[in-house]
Each structure stands twice: as C-alpha cells, then as structure tokens.
C-alpha cells in the first residue's frame, strides 16, 4: 500500500541540524509522551486476580498439552516444568490425579498474586529493555495542524519537512507505519492463558517483537489529531546512536512556520537548497478564515 505525503515538524533549531547534517534524530521508546500507559495491569483483557484464577486451574492441563516442547522459561520454573512433563510422558493418566489434587479446595495455587504480580513485571522489564533495543521516527500526515505546529515546530517559528522514500535506493522511508488510535490501549494478551503459554514455552524474541507493535504503533484517542505514521528501527548488536541519514532527494518539500524570524528562514532554506537543490519550498499563512495554508515561493 503506497504511503500519503508525510511531514516532520522541527524547531528552528532541529531543522539547521536535519538539513545541516542529513540526518533525522530518532526516539527512544522510552522518550513517547504516552510511555505511562505501559502498565502491568495493561497485559491482560481481565483483571490479575481473574488471570491468577485462570492461570492456576489450568496450568496442569497447559503443561499436558506442551509436553513434548521444551520449557524457554527461567529457572526455577523450568526445571518444575520440565518435573512435570517427564511424569506426564511416563504417566499420560497421572493429568487428572495431578489435576484433582491441583484443584483441591485449601490448595495452595502455583501462581499466587503475589507471584502472578512479579511474573507481569519481569515481562513489562523485559519488553522495555527490548524496546530500547530500537530507534523510532514520527512523522503525520498533517502539514496544516494548528497543534502540530504549535507543538513540535516551536509555536510556528520551525519548519516541517516532507519526507518521500526513493524506491531505487530500497529507502528505510518504506517501513513506516500508521498508529492505531484507541479508546484504551490494547492488552498485550486477549487471554491469560496464552501470556502463560508463551511465557513457558514460547519464542521470547517473536513475544518481544509482538509486544513492540502494540506499544509503538497504539496510541489513544487523545493523540488522534496528530495523524501519526512512525518508522521503527532495531539497533544491531552494540549499536548506539539517535540520529540516521537520509538520502537528500528524500526530503522534498519544505515548509516554514508563520512565525519564523528572517534570519532563521534565510538560513534554513540555504541549508535545504544545499542539501537539495530540487526542494520545493513553502511559506505558511492564514487565509480569511484563519486556517493554516501554504503558498508555494
């Protein structure tokens, strides 16, 4: 699917080093205005104490079904899981003693809340460190926003810049992606039992990446004026770095704030022609109406 026209706002400041240094300046995860919505109760549709519930009941019959694969949890639990398949596979009938013993009332659960509450929060550690492993670029496809201009272009004293990927050159600029705007965020997991199910025998990294697409490309409805598409990065292995280079014919369009002083404008369309020479060029103004448009100079 081809993308729509996509624009960066910039500073004044954050435009001399874009087009001065051919490079765009990539986010943390952790630098989102959204990041507290990343919350253990935000794992599961239900609430924890009916995911313990859950969970627990049914933990004798999830090991049963997955016991030919092998655990990729932590220790301890591992080495109980793994207890635990070896006596299936010598006893497939020892599942409903285990299980009746396993329900019995005045039971002790496996998964307390306690327990439960600590397993949520070493994923929620795991996913974060996970996403801080990745470089992000927000772009909308608004160039005329009232808020976006106030916002990330210094109250109409910045610039935007549109951004086209050059598909010879296998452009970066293909990936991105539109953000899903919800009333809520999305749980990681519609049911506890496949949280569970993954965290006992899945592929961690697959986990990992999956809890990367419903956290960099949700947001909540609050955030729906900014008609967002974001650009998600991996680091490779003992990269660090906040800033990727773009090819110059990639950003084609420039538009400079209503606000902006002269010196800065002077500037910054030197800089942009410099960069490249094939750039259109727009100031921003107000039409009768006081709505935001764009004249081409």
Not at 125 to 145: A, D, M, P, W
Not at 220 to 242: C, D, F, K, M
Not at 283 to 295: G, Y
Request: aromatic share 10%; with cysteine.
């Amino acid at each position: 699917m081809a993308l729509p026209p996509l624009y960066k706002y910039l500073d004044a400041r954050g435009a001399k080093l874009t087009l001065g240094n051919g490079t765009f300046k990539h986010a943390k995860p952790s630098d989102f205005n959204d990041a507290e919505d990343l919350t253990v109760q935000s794992i599961f549709q239900e609430s924890t104490e009916s995911a313990l519930t859950k969970i627990s009941s049914a933990f004798p019959d999830i090991l049963f079904r997955h016991v030919n694969h092998p655990p990729t949890c932590d220790s301890p639990m591992k080495q109980q899981v793994e207890i635990l398949q070896r006596v299936f596979l010598e006893r497939p009938d020892a599942i409903e003693i285990i299980k009746a013993e396993w329900n019995r009332e005045g039971q002790e659960p496996v998964y307390d809340l306690e327990h439960m509450h600590q397993v949520c929060v070493d994923f929620i550690r795991y996913i974060n460190g996970f996403l801080q492993e990745h470089r992000v670029l927000c772009v909308t496809v608004h160039k005329e926003s009232e808020k976006m201009w106030h916002e990330y272009a210094e109250g109409h004293k910045g610039i935007a810049l549109r951004i086209e990927p050059n598909e010879q050159k296998d452009s970066k600029f293909k990936l991105f992606r539109p953000v899903q705007y919800r009333e809520t965020r999305p749980p990681f997991y519609e049911d506890s039992l496949d949280f569970i199910t993954g965290a006992l025998f899945g592929n961690q990294q697959a986990r990992a990446t999956a809890a990367l697409d419903k956290i960099v490309y949700s947001k909540t409805l609050a955030w729906q004026h900014e008609g967002e598409y974001r650009l998600v990065i991996p680091l490779r292995e003992g990269e660090q770095w906040n800033t990727d280079k773009y090819h110059p014919e990639e950003i084609t369009e420039l538009y400079l704030g209503i606000l902006m002083s002269e010196n800065d404008k002077e500037e910054i369309i030197a800089m942009a022609r410099n960069r490249n020479p094939q750039i259109a060029i727009f100031q921003m103004r107000r039409d009768m109406n006081n709505k935001l448009i764009a004249d081409q100079i």
